[in-house]
């Protein structure tokens, strides 16, 4: 059959609207423009700093950022999301609200051909599968606890008198239920200490989902409501799953007299690097928990390096839109693709390890 002229011309112009309307206009290719869609932006959290650092590497890269948080609403994330590819952006990087959204993410993202790289929450695997554009760039959470039981023991080895047959006797406050840190953040410190040869009883364990007050308010409750716990000692430690939890703990073993020396509050009597009576151990080695550690308050924690993730997320995306790939990147700190799969997810699969950029943690004490 033979088509005329005026209906090819029409089915071209409908081709061209749908890519417009579906996907935008394409970017120009003179600065790159990334998307930042953040779940949250409250002061003082991971993902504040996440975004501050994410803000610098931009400007560093002569890109231009554009930012959103959704506030923990997927919904919102989606429309946002939706409309960003509509007016041409298509390369973003992601703080999910949870990993069940991340396939249809990925899969909105793919069908504009963009790239997206999640962060902090993980992606699911069938989102990684959507396309070799969507990636993962964060710290694997079992390390952290592996560091934390690591920081624990050798306390522990230098003061075995604190923790008699090798018993350790915890407080331990969660995160987020269910969040990717909050599970394996425990199974890494658990399964650290048990390779370690410790008996390990959680005396109590309570969720503070990552809030300095929620702690603090925990640990009073736990001292103050209980005071066999308090005046026999039924604790050896006090384990948090961030600083922000750890200071809050922090702040209700110093004010409720749970010292050293409550006449001298200040001062490490027994010299083990702490004025608390047990240490208390972090994760993300913030400035805050940097200061307590240097007035003798929090013992330890462990360093998530949030401008290495960041910087790494933002490089993915951006060598994309450069190169329409990003395989086989090292980035200029020197993270590159996975290459053994894990317990952990999403680094379970081979088919996916090159698109998983894990950013490694790492203990710090004084």
Known sequence: MKLNKSFILFIAVLAINFCFTSCGKKESDKKITVAALMRNDSKGTFD???????????????????????NYDGAIQMDQLKGLLSQGIRYFVFFPVDTSLTEQLAKLIASCDGAAAFSNIIPSLEALKVSKKIFYASSPETLAGEYQSQILDEYFTRHPDKAPGKVLKILYIDGEYGHQGQIYRRKGLLDGLAAKGYTVNMVREDTANWSYET?????????????????????????????????????SLF????????RSPTNDVDGDGTVLRVPVVGIDATAKGSQSMTEKKLYATVWQDVKTQAATALELVVACAKDGTAEGLVTKNGIRAATEVSQEPPITDKSILDQCYPVPFVPVTR
């Open 255 to 262: 004010d409720n007299g749970y010292v050293d020396d409550p």
């Open 215 to 251: 702690a603090r308010q925990i640990m009073d409750n736990w001292l103050l409501n209980d005071r066999l716990l308090y005046s026999k000692n039924e604790f050896n430690v006090v384990v948090c799953q961030n600083d922000e939890m750890a200071l809050g703990a922090v702040s």
């Open 48 to 70: 504040q700093a996440y975004l501050d650092a994410l803000i610098e590497e931009a400007e560093n890269m002569n890109v231009e950022l554009v930012v959103y948080t959704s």
